[in-house]
């Protein structure tokens, strides 16, 4: 039963169906774990082998790295999945993790959260290399789990109704086809496919964030509350559906300006306003800053004194006032 109730949750979601995404093939990142080994899986039933491919990476960094690997083969190889793997040359590691052995950087503190962003990044650049290619999407394994995960460290590390969002289930060419599922489902898959899986110890290291957050903070919210973590997904599904509401209000504000005048400003509500100019420094610099916000008081300020004048909003943009209008320009980086 576990089976169909996650094939079925991966179906519904849409993001495999062929006529959805434009018959794009789709490059499946794999770790060898419990949820990526489970949605290579479920892609296989869903779409056959052939629509497929796999990319693993190893960094070299854990003494399980070779095994991960081996074992990635094994199941492409099972599965008739065409596997790339990429190996990362030792120079090409951070500073911290080269001070350490290949087998200890992660186990023995020397890596950091930088050290797993960098991982991040990489493995995405070369998905990204790959997909570009191909004309591929690219799949991750991010779970229900995950997502209640992120949810809870982007509120406790950064203040904002974004961080209340989570994950979405398709960006450019990314797509989270698991995101309905939980951890504890694809175990179960794995377990009545047969299908084994490699555990990362450094998922136990509570010196990283996210640790902590999986073994301290959700076994304290479920003892508050047994159904705390559909909770807060519910509420994550709520305030995205709210949020295309607002944005939508902005951009009916804005109408396809890239200003606007500082006397409209202030008769916005608060609320509004302030997405507003964080729309602006957003489109300015090309990412968030949604620390932008939180200036538009100054900005006002500003704009009642008369005359040009400028503010640092945050990231690198600068808010230009000037005859009453007001908007913003993207910074050169400080040297």
Known sequence: ??????????????????????????????????????????AVALLGPGSLSALHVNYGLRAE????????ASLCERLGVELEVVRVERSSLPRAAQEGSAGDATSEGRATGNLQAWARDLRYTEAGRIAHEHDALIATGHTASDQVETILYRLAASPGRRALLGMVASEGRLIRPLLGVTREQTAAYCEAHGL?????????????????????????????????????LR???????????????????????????????????SALARLVVIRLAEEAAGTYVPQAGERVQELL???????????????????????????????APRV
């Open 235 to 269: 509420t994550a599904m709520l305030l995205r559906e709210e949020t295309d509401v607002l944005e939508q209000l902005v951009t009916a504000e804005l109408d396809g300006r890239r200003s606007i005048a500082l006397a409209r400003l202030a008769e916005l509500p």
């Open 196 to 232: 084994p899986w490699r555990e990362d110890k450094s998922n136990e290291d509570q010196r990283y964030a996210r640790a902590r957050v999986r073994h301290s903070l959700i076994p304290a919210l479920r003892a508050v509350h047994p159904a705390a973590e559909s909770n807060v």
């Open 301 to 331: 300020a500003l704009s009642r004194r008369g005359g040009a004048a400028e503010l640092h909003v945050g990231g690198q943009v600068g808010a230009v006032i000037r005859d009453g209008v007001l908007e913003m320009t993207k910074l």
């Open 1 to 42: 039963m576990i089976c169909e109730d996650v094939r079925e949750a991966v179906s519904s979601g849409g993001l495999f169906a062929r006529d959805g995404v434009g018959g794009h093939p789709i490059l499946v990142m794999i770790s060898g774990g419990r949820d990526s080994t489970c949605l290579l899986d479920v």
């Open 65 to 72: 790295a070779d095994g991960d690997e081996r074992h990635c």
